[in-house]
DNA sequence: TTTCTTTTTTAGGTTAATCTAAAAATTTAT
DNA sequence: ATAAATTTTTAGATTAACCTAAAAAAGAAA
């Protein structure tokens, strides 16, 4: 029996992990977790007790494999559930994440076997993110940071790094959605922000900071 | 905030208070809720303390206004999960009580407007049940159980009183469902067992037992 | 290679939710 | 009305998940 609290660990611990590839640290875990560190070092124990990481003292934690298979399927359950709100119960995707965020500890197997066939058994979710297959497997897709793309180019948004509410309510007032075509205008080199024509028609300027969110293709 | 332990402890007494009209032991709680009578008295001090519950030492429990309002909320959404597991995804209605006990402490008024909207407003569950409005009004309805109908006469099948699973799976191998026809042939003084017709074919005989447990018109 | 800084762990404590065993109050039976 | 049975509460513990403050270890800088 895992614990909902233990699974927002194993959660946080992937999503660390992903970026850095080293082992996770106390501190970088209770900063997601915002706890403090001393919590971070208990529930770690309870973790590696039931063999869900890696763990010595000093030294941070990995995911095993079994602790990794269950952030996954988290991962899966989540993304799976923000698709549900957005495409059947037509919320927007600034709205999903809070609600997705307690829908993913549902327990059962069988409820997201039917969900994902409900669904057409999507592989991206309302943010552009990749859904993992009941194996923990992620599709690969050729993607870039708006901000790393030359001027006079055009691309498509595929996603977005951010999924704060007010980032997303930002994308919306400027009518940047998945799909949008974005063409590179001129990038300022002082400080990197882009002037872009969106959808071919609006021009805008967004800071480096809003292309560095921005995955396009 | 209420947790979710305390919300099943709500609804829990609810259940009771539904069928016996007075204030709700100690003792009837602990049974319903699989826990000790110790643990119940705990929990009322906190239920009472938070404003959900009157209480007086040795005088049982009964629910506030507050307290009714959150638990019936409870049965609207553990209900309109029923119909979706159901109704979208296509789950059999002895597999859903379970995976609803769960999704019901979700925590979203306006997913549950939405959700409400996408079932097409239903007013009862796979169970027969009504589903309360999000005032918590109930769709009151003519209905008997089978076991005070007399013979020669012909109904139908509303709801189920028993959401356990082998019961239901039980009917199910006697292709009674909601909406199937019975007819009363025979009922032998005896045991008061029925001899009954369902859907104009196979001929049963079933126990009173069963026949209290079956909602007719 | 000391010394300073940061990270991590330990020590000790709190609250929610549970338990068992024993005491107290209430209800039922004689 | 007293005794017996039942119900309910209290007392005292336990476990998960958290906290603060202090100690210890590791890493960086002088
Ligand atoms: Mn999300
Ligand atoms: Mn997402
Ligand atoms: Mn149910
Ligand atoms: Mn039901």
Redesign the interface.
């Known amino acids: 029996m895992i614990t909902q609290t233990e699974e927002n660990y194993l959660k946080a611990i992937y999503k660390i992990a992903e970026k850095e590839k080293k082992s996770v640290g106390t501190n970088a875990i209770s900063a997601q977790m915002k706890t403090t560190a001393a919590s971070v070092t208990d529930m770690i124990k309870r973790l590696s007790e039931k063999g869900l990481v890696n763990y010595q003292k000093y030294k941070g934690v990995n995911l095993t494999p079994v602790g990794n298979k269950h952030a996954t399927n988290l991962i899966r359950k989540h993304r799976l559930w923000e698709v549900f ?1 957005v495409d ?4 927007r995707w600034e ?1 999903v994440h ?2 997705a965020e ?2 993913e ?4 197997d ?2 997201i076997t ?2 994902d066939a ?1 669904l057409g058994h999507p592989r991206f979710d309302p943010h552009g993110d990749p859904i993992p297959n009941a194996e923990g497997k992620f599709t690969l897709r050729v993607q870039n940071l708006l901000s790393d793309i030359s001027p006079n180019r055009k691309v498509n948004v595929l996603g977005v790094k951010e999924h704060d509410s007010p980032f997303l309510e930002y994308l919306n007032s400027l009518k940047i959605a998945l799909g949008t075509t974005l063409e590179i205008l001129e990038i300022v080199p002082f400080d990197k922000s882009m002037k872009i024509r969106i959808n071919d028609s609006q021009e805008t300027i967004i800071s480096n900071k809003v292309a560095q969110t921005l995955l396009v293709r």
Not at 88 to 91: E, H, T, V
Not at 105 to 108: A, C, K, L, N, P
């Open positions: 709100l059947k119960l037509n919320f709205q809070e609600i307690q829908m500890h549902i327990d059962s069988n409820l039917r969900l409900f």
